[in-house]
């Protein structure tokens, strides 16, 4: 198990090993709100956003399912939520053989079928009104010292992750596949 505590947000981190079936992803933490209202997990892989998990607070309350690839949203998938201001949260996002899981405090939110390869995945992103407390990376080999690693991802890349639309690229590490 690797943790990082209390990124701050905006951040991107890099991610050591590649996504297979077992692995699992916890994000903590608690709904903030100001002027950005939403908050959101991402799974990146250069500028494609893989998975993207949005909380919406504008009226509906709803989480938003979808994924950017090569410049293109997919179809998205819709869920109500019921996290209020300064609530706690705990989203799991365990990866399956074609499918994550993707669970909210404990609950079974969805099943989102693959749209890019998982082992393609470099990196999770998460931007918007949220604090949180730790990130939690479960099911992986850990064959390489991740906490030095993490110290390479540029600090532009976490700056100016927010302020765009598309996520932006990981920085490449020797050793780490791109599609």
């Not at 994000?27 to 893989?50: K, Y």
């Not at 949260?89 to 909210?104: A, D, K, L, M, W």
């Not at 969805?110 to 990376?137: C, L, N, T």
């Amino acid at each position: 198990m690797y943790v990082i505590e209390n990124p701050k947000v905006p951040s991107v981190y890099q991610i050591e090993e590649n996504l297979k079936a077992g692995v699992e992803i916890e994000v903590n933490g608690a709904v903030l709100h100001g002027n950005d209202r939403d908050f959101a997990i991402e799974l990146l892989s250069g500028t494609n956003i893989v998975l993207h998990v949005k909380f919406e607070f504008n009226g509906e309350h709803s989480i938003v399912l979808n994924s950017l690839i090569n410049g293109e949203w997919g179809p998205q998938l819709r869920h109500s939520h019921f996290l209020k201001r300064h609530d706690p949260f705990h989203v799991r996002i365990y990866v399956h053989e074609g499918y994550y899981n993707i669970t909210v405090n404990s609950d079974l939110l969805v099943e989102f079928d693959h749209r890019f390869p998982v082992v393609a995945v470099q990196g999770i992103g998460i931007k918007g009104s949220v604090d949180i407390e730790s990130i939690v990376f479960k099911g992986y080999e850990f064959k390489t010292e991740w906490k030095k690693r993490h110290a390479i991802v540029n600090e532009a890349v976490c700056e100016a992750y927010d302020t765009v639309t598309n996520a932006p690229s990981v920085v490449q590490i020797e050793g780490t596949q791109h599609y």
